[in-house]
Every structure is written in structure tokens, then in C-alpha cells.
């Protein structure tokens, strides 16, 4: 449920917080129409799709706060079809990897396909097509940066897919799609070892315990060009949980997954929670 966030009037809500405007006008919008929003055409497009069904893009693109605070009644929000573009998504990929990587089986097409849909490269995709900006929410929401949560980001990305999907069919979503993961695909190779890949298994950990994403920063470089040594640190809600070193600085912050992965039990004690095992 989102939390009152104070007992600000609407006006003092705007001029205090610009970023509200938009949500703003738009509830003043629906309450002079009859509940009924309009989308601009910058709006209605997804990476150069164009919905024709201005309602299921509003569905797509309004969070369950923004109804439940009152500016948009009675109508729907994006989980549905966040649902149903989460399915898309894993089809579209399972696709597309078994194309990239005729030879790979079962269990490494799989690993490959959770390193790809997962909220950290969906929020990071949503953020490259701005839909932060988009996002019908709720003032809590806004006040406390939801079109830059991770989560929220990843969400309405699948709603849109699921949105696209409904429209037209899976040849166009595949088409809106592809690029969006085209380099990320063409970046792994067939013998890339799964078994190994810390930062997913790290990643798949921290959402499971803290709902959050983890982020790596490259802390230095050092040793002769043709033979460098990196060194990265992982960090979850900004705080740093563990460092690591390697040839590279893909292999570092491997490292340093594989070090907080190790050490995870004590350090969520910082951030406040006990778990017998992760």
C-alpha cells in the first residue's frame, strides 16, 4: 500500500516538487473529462511503435498507485500486463538465444535468458527509451523516486511489451524487442561459464532478500596494458559488500560477486536482516 507522504495541499505539492506537474495535471485532466485521460502521441509510442489502442498503452503505462490515490478511478493499472510481457519476454529471448547459439543445451540457454530478463537490464533498457518519464504514478510514488526505481522501471517496460503483444502480434514485438537486447546477446559466447556467474546468482540473492538491484563500481587499474588488473566492488543500496580482482573488468566484478555472495549472511545484518541461509 503506498504511505501518505504529508498533508501538503495539491498546490503546495507542485510548487515544491516540479517533478509532480505532470501526474498533477493530468488528475486535473481526468476529474474535468470524466475520468477520462488523454495520451500525447510522444506517449503512445514504444521504441518505434506506435499504439493504436490509446487505452492499453495508458494501462501500460499507469502504476497501481496512481489509481489507488484517487486520479484515475475505477480504472486499470499495468500488473496484468506486466504479467503477460514477462511471458513474452522470456519467449522472444528463448528465441533469439537459440538462434545465437545453436549448440548451447537446456541449462545454459536458461542461464542465459535470467541473465538477460531481469529487472537490472530491464530498468537499465527503460531508462535508455525514457519511460521513467512517462509513468502515470501516484504522488507518494513520486515524491519518493519512483520513475528511477529499478523495479518500477523493469515493470513498466514488460507492460508495454504485454500491451504490444495484445495489439499486434509476436513477429512486430519481436521486431521492438531485439534491439533492445541485441548487444547484450551478441556479448556472450557459447562456452561462457554459466556454472561461474556470480554476479547473477549475487543478483538473484539481494532481489530475493532486499528487493533492490546490485551495481558494480571499478575501483582501480592497474599493471601493464597487455596484462591489466582490475579491481571492482559491488554495491547494494550504495553500500559496498564486496571487493574483488581480476583480468579483466568483467572477471573483477565476478570476484567481487563471488566475495559478497560469501559474506552475504553477515552483511545483511547491516542492512537489518537475519537469515539463517542464503
Not at 502504476?63 to 513474452?88: C, I, M, P, Q, R
Not at 517496460?157 to 495484445?166: D, K
Not at 532486499?210 to 582501480?220: D, H, Q
Not at 554495491?235 to 580482482?245: A, D, P, Q, S, T
Request: glycine share 6%; aromatic share 8%; proline share 2%.
Amino acid at each position: 500500500m503506498i504511505k501518505k507522504v504529508s498533508s501538503e495541499s495539491d498546490s503546495d505539492v507542485v510548487s515544491r516538487h516540479p517533478e509532480v506537474v505532470f501526474d498533477e495535471q493530468n488528475r486535473l485532466n481526468t476529474e474535468k473529462k470524466g475520468h477520462s485521460l488523454s495520451l500525447k502521441k510522444d506517449q503512445s509510442e514504444f521504441s518505434g511503435y506506435l499504439f493504436k489502442d490509446e487505452g492499453l498503452c495508458l494501462q501500460a503505462l499507469t502504476h497501481k498507485s496512481f489509481v489507488y490515490e484517487g486520479f484515475h478511478k475505477g480504472k486499470k493499472y499495468n500488473e496484468t500486463l506486466e504479467f503477460l510481457g514477462d511471458a513474452v519476454l522470456d519467449l522472444i529471448l528463448s528465441r533469439l538465444l537459440m538462434k545465437n547459439f545453436p549448440e548451447a543445451n537446456e541449462g545454459i540457454l536458461s542461464k542465459k535468458r535470467a541473465s538477460l530478463v531481469n529487472e537490472t537490464v530491464l530498468a537499465k533498457i527503460a531508462t535508455d527509451l525514457n519511460l521513467g518519464e512517462r509513468m502515470f504514478l501516484g504522488k507518494g510514488e513520486v515524491h519518493t523516486g519512483g520513475r528511477t526505481k529499478p523495479r518500477l522501471l523493469a515493470s513498466v517496460y514488460e507492460a508495454l511489451v504485454g500491451a504490444a503483444f495484445i495489439e499486434t502480434d509476436y513477429a512486430t514485438v519481436e521486431k521492438i524487442v531485439e534491439p533492445h537486447f541485441r548487444t547484450l546477446i551478441h556479448s556472450q559466447t557459447i562456452d561462457e561459464s554459466f556454472e561461474a556467474d556470480y554476479k547473477t546468482k549475487f543478483q538473484e540473492v539481494v532481489q530475493a532478500d532486499l528487493r533492490c538491484g546490485v551495481t558494480y563500481k571499478t575501483i582501480s587499474e592497474k599493471g601493464l596494458s597487455h596484462e591489466p588488473v582490475f579491481e571492482s566492488a559491488a554495491m547494494v543500496l550504495e553500500r559496498e559488500v564486496g571487493r574483488g580482482i581480476g583480468k579483466s573488468k568483467k572477471a573483477s566484478e565476478q570476484a567481487a560477486a563471488q566475495k559478497s555472495l560469501e559474506d552475504w549472511n553477515q552483511n545483511l545484518i547491516s542492512f537489518g536482516v537475519r537469515k539463517k541461509n542464503v
